[in-house]
């Protein structure tokens, strides 16, 4: 339950999953419709920064996602894990976002009204979707549906080199932009400052590499490519801080118990199991056998601290400094591997994490006074390789 979102999803599920139910075949729509016209419309609602973290968040999610974990969005039939999750809410109401974008905001209202008149109290299919906005837009989409539903991934991105020049009196910015194969044809907004204030491109980009020209009268500062992650793309490691699913997503995660009695153990056993995602994990009793893994520091506060202080770990990414009875918080270990520690004050402490933790796994930290999270966010992170100042 997310407080202030759960109750809209539920009752829009009136429209996109009752009203219209799922035709499974060729995968569930309506998670990722209702997550975009519910959660991200109220995000939108509180205002533009709102909005960009909530898009942010899917891209940290699925930043997360181990690649042999992910699948086709004409897989994801419903949520049986929270990888799948990952897929079928977050990129799923990305898409939507981005197919929003792609036809303005008039034509994706009318599709959508022309989809519900058209199949109201029946199944529908992605397929149905798609012609109700070929149809309100006037064009064919085959392009846009089958890059996105029926491939796995996302594209990644990289800003190339740039050079900027005077040119008969004005500047003259020249730079690269290139993705990964497999190649998306993708509009990728371009923001460039200037003495004048932020001018927004949209840039048309269908291949491997691109180069770009573009002209200003007053001289360009800083150039950022999709800035406000409008495209569903790979996040590259430096805009992608440790969350807690970088750990509870791990195949190959393993858990360390941390605990001095018997409850806590438990407890620590018992919370384990909860958080991460995949059966099977490995459970080590020494914090020397934990190696290159993703990992999960779990018990009492006393002897995490010790734990740390040994591994030396305690003076990065520690703990928040807010008082409370537990706390979860992430980091990494200096391979880049991921590492999620929880530690509570006693026993009962973690136990009351059982219910609320799991909700927090798109965090950096989060602190706890018994069931109740009093703090919680993201580590900052550095400048994005895709934003750059700009100097002759």
Known sequence: FMRGRSLAHEVLHNWWGNGVAIDYNGGNWAEGLTTFM???????DRGKDAAR????????????????????V?????????????????????????LRDQVGTNIFDQAFRLFWMRHKFRAARWSDIQAAFEKSAGRDLTWFFDQWLQRPGAPKLALGESHLAKKNGQHQLTFKVSQEQPVYRLTIPVVIETGNGRVTNRLKFNGETKEVILTFNEKPTRLSIDPNFDIFRRLLPSESPPILRDVTLAAD????????DEAMQLAAVELSKRLLDVRGRRTVRDAGQIGAHPTL?????????????????????????????????????????????????????????????????????????????????????????LTRSLSN
């Open 74 to 98: 004409s897989k994801f039939y419903g949520k049986r894990h929270d990888a799948s999750q990952v897929v079928g809410y977050g990129k799923v109401a990305a898409i939507f976002h981005m």
């Open 297 to 385: 520091i779990i018990g009492s506060e006393r002897k995490i601290a010790e734990i740390l202080a040994r591994m030396k770990w305690a003076d990065q990414n520690s703990r928040p400094p807010t008082a409370g009875s537990a706390w979860a918080w992430t980091r990494r270990q200096a391979g880049g591997h991921p590492v999620l520690i929880v530690a509570a004050k006693d026993a009962a402490s973690l136990k009351a994490l059982l219910r609320p933790l799991p909700h927090y796994r798109s965090r950096s930290f989060v602190v706890f006074k018994g069931r109740r999270a009093i703090e919680r966010g993201i580590w900052p992170n550095s400048q994005s390789p």
């Open 53 to 72: 973290q909530m898009r942010l968040g899917w891209l940290r999610d699925f930043a997360a996602l181990p690649q042999e974990r992910d699948i086709r």
């Open 253 to 260: 995660a393993v858990t360390l118990i941390a605990a001095e």
């Open 38 to 44: 519910a959660d991200y419309a109220l995000a939108e």
